[in-house]
């Protein structure tokens, strides 16, 4: 079983210890298609030692709430039987991972320790005291990029334009299958740990504000059956219904990548191997999400520290929003206002209960919802954090880089360019409910998330 070694970076050398390799889970949930597990496999073996698999549950992890933890724990316990299924010991701990990991890693005396590539800040902190505290070979392993991130590029790149062709030369080396995880040779037998999920999330505060989904099913089977789904029902139109929130024409695997139940590569391979039935260019629409827009996410988190704030904005986005922060704004909501989809706009509330009762919004809709955002608030810095911390709150896959990407597009112009200067946007692209009138029936889109007879806003949410 050889890993590409340029898929890992090795953070430090050590001795380590006379016990087990132990793969610290954290972005990527899933046992099959994972390059960090596999590299961790592939050690273990070599060193004639057991794998063990920690995932350390972190409270209140950037503000998530029932809705997430629920999907997420669900995943886990398929992760605990799959680990079981191969004689590798699958553990749940519970704290502020840059601790407990090392604690753990030093009672079991681990060889080595491997984790997987996230470039959010609280991960890279987590990284770094593990790193610190623990004598042992450490390699951070990317399993959620096709070309490594940090591979693709050593640096902040400027736009999709700048990234895309360093990716497509890559793309032939490391768009590979993945080989098939066996049993393990040291195999470590024992109750396979159940993962009482109820009892996990009996601890969290339920929220009334954010219901739980229940119209998609969390898990790497799930995730499986999703792609497919995908594939044989909505790739076929996708690059022409991409832009139509009542064509359905999302891939619907965003939450499944978020939690890494879903590979992007296993996505990517799945679709081009459907290129003859869904024709060329839907699987180029598909692979310029799933790759180009996704690793440019993860690039720009990487080399930006600043990626969800307002100064992480390219110069121009800053300085345009600056001179136009003082124009006159028509209508202006606080967060809380927007949380119940309470403002003027029919079809902007119609985004918001979706977002709200379904933890997903259309791509499309998510760039109007949050211009809107933008135009309604007193001001851009306001209108940012008033957009990260709504996706971050009700989106499935908030908190990732996508999603912070995506706000920044939409309110400040990241990976875009200069459009015609006008109030409050100043040049970031505008949008409006006419443009999305041409694009799709918007009276059919707001009876579906603002039936007459249902609520007309959610409940007050717990700030
Ligand atoms: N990662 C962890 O290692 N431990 C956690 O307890 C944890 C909770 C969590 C809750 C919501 C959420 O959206 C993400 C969460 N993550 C957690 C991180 C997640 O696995 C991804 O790594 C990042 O959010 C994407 O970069």
Same mark, same amino acid.
Request: contains cysteine.
């Given at each position: ?61 950037? /503000? &998530? ?11 886990? *316990? @398929?992760? #605990? !039987? $799959?680990? =079981?299924? %191969? ?117 969290? /505060? &339920? ?11 969390? *898990? @790497?089977? #799930? !995730? $499986?059956? =999703?792609? %497919? ?235």
């Amino acid at each position: 079983m050889d890993i590409n070694p340029s898929r890992s970076h090795l953070w430090r050398t050590g001795p380590g210890g006379r016990g087990p390799v132990v793969y610290w889970m954290s972005r990527d949930q899933r046992v099959r298609d994972n390059w960090a597990l596999l590299h961790a496999f592939a050690l273990s073996v070599a060193h004639r030692v057991p794998l063990r698999v920690v995932f350390c549950l972190a409270d209140g992890f950037l /503000g &998530a709430g029932l809705r997430h933890y629920a999907f997420m724990l669900t995943g886990l *316990g @398929e992760v #605990a !039987a $799959g680990c =079981a299924a %191969r004689g590798i010991r699958f553990e749940l701990l519970r704290g502020d991972p840059g601790e407990k990991v090392a604690e753990y890693c030093r009672e079991v005396d681990a060889r080595a320790v491997v984790t997987d590539f996230d470039p959010l800040r609280v991960k890279q902190e987590w990284m770094r005291r593990v790193v610190a505290a623990v004598d042992a070979d450490l390699y951070e392993t990317d399993a959620h990029n096709v070309v490594p991130c940090r591979v693709a590029s050593h640096k902040r790149e400027y736009g999709a334009r700048t990234l895309r062709p360093r990716i497509g030369r890559l793309l032939p080396e490391y768009l590979e299958d993945f080989p098939e995880v066996p049993e393990h040779p040291f195999a470590e037998r024992g109750p396979g740990l159940e993962l009482d999920v109820s009892t996990l999330l009996a601890g969290r /505060g &339920a929220d009334s504000g954010v219901p739980l989904v229940t119209d998609i099913l969390p *898990g @790497e089977q #799930a !995730a $499986g059956a =999703a792609l %497919r789904e995908f594939i044989e029902m909505r790739l076929p139109g996708y690059a022409q219904g991409r832009n139509d929130p009542n064509a359905g024409m999302v891939s619907g695997l965003s939450p499944y990548f978020h939690f890494g139940q879903l590979a992007p590569q296993r996505a990517v391979l799945s679709v081009m191997a459907a290129r003859q039935e869904v024709g060329g260019e839907n699987v180029d629409a598909f692979v310029e999400e799933a790759v180009v827009r996704r690793e440019l996410s993860d690039n720009f988190c990487l080399y930006c520290p600043d990626y969800d704030r307002f100064e992480g904005l390219p110069d121009w986005g800053k300085r345009t929003l600056a001179a136009h922060a003082g124009d006159r704004r028509e209508y202006t909501y606080d967060r809380e206002t927007f949380a119940r989809g309470l403002t003027h706009s029919g079809l902007w509330n119609a985004a918001q209960a979706q977002l709200r009762e379904t933890g997903r919004m259309h791509g499309y809709m998510r760039m109007y919802w949050a211009k809107k955002i933008l135009e309604w608030s007193p001001d851009p810095r306001q209108a940012l954090e008033t957009a990260v911390w709504l996706n971050d709150r009700y989106a499935l896959d908030g908190r990732d880089p996508n999603g912070y990407v995506g706000v920044l597009w939409s309110v400040g112009g990241l990976h875009d360019r200069p459009w015609t200067e006008r109030p409050v946007y100043g040049q970031v692209r505008y949008m409006n409910e006419r443009g999305c009138r041409r694009k799709f029936d918007v009276e059919a889109y707001i009876r579906t998330w603002l039936p007459p007879d249902g609520p007309s806003a959610g409940p007050a949410p717990r700030s």
